[in-house]
């Protein structure tokens, strides 16, 4: 195992002791989170789970965690999940695995969504690409409205949209974010703003760090 797989492992291992016995889980996507998965299975927890990709369901049901539609559990608990970039103030960028629209749907649905990562992760800032999920109709057309951005050779989402990647400018998160929101044919984007987020955990040489973030609290 490379340092690197150690450090997501510590991580997962540190936000797996944040749930309780009962909760109602959103189980991210991502090698991340493929460490989390058994680390939450061998604490025997009852728990109640809602899956952001058919991977991590399959993954979850194979460790015998029960997974649900997230439309059956409601709110959650926590949600759990991993990131692509992080930097000093929160913000975000995930999608690396095409799975950031539902994995932005389970973290909006969360109490507590905590986000956990290896130290190469933290960024002093982000940087392209961003992924995208664009809708088939008019497509082109889309993309040309984002600016720099390109179709990605990958399956379709589970919706059936297609995934893109932008690789414009990104030194002000917020208005790329509002920018994208606002572009017709985009479904939904990685960027995922502070507010959204409860805690992070990065683990690097020295351990486990643990920052606290206000959920819900403007940015």
């Excluded at 507590?112 to 088939?136: D, M, N």
């Amino acid at each position: 195992m490379t340092e690197i797989d150690e450090q997501k492992r510590a991580s997962a291992e540190a936000a797996a002791l944040l749930v309780k016995d009962g909760d109602r889980v959103g189980l991210g996507t991502g090698s991340t989170v493929a460490y989390l998965l058994p680390a939450l299975a061998a604490r025997g927890l009852s728990l109640r789970c809602a899956a952001t990709s058919s991977a991590t369901e399959h993954a979850a049901r194979e460790l015998e965690l029960a997974v649900e539609e997230l439309d059956e559990l409601g709110h959650l608990d926590i949600a759990i999940d991993g990131a692509d970039q992080i930097d000093p103030d929160g913000w975000l960028v995930k999608g690396g695995g095409a799975a950031h629209t539902h994995e932005k749907i389970v973290a909006a649905a969360s109490a507590r969504f905590v986000v956990i990562a290896s130290a190469e992760k933290v960024v002093p800032h982000l940087r392209p690409p961003v992924p995208l999920e664009i809708l088939r109709f008019g497509a082109r057309e889309t993309l040309a409205l984002i600016g720099d951005a390109r179709l990605r050779d990958v399956p379709a989402s589970p919706e059936g949209n297609l995934i893109a990647d932008y690789f414009g400018p990104l030194a002000d998160p917020a208005g790329l974010a509002a920018h994208l929101a606002g572009t017709p044919g985009v479904v939904d984007h990685g960027l995922f703003e502070p507010r959204m987020v409860s805690d992070i955990l990065i683990a690097g040489p020295g351990g486990v760090e643990h920052r606290e973030l206000e959920k819900g609290a403007p940015k």
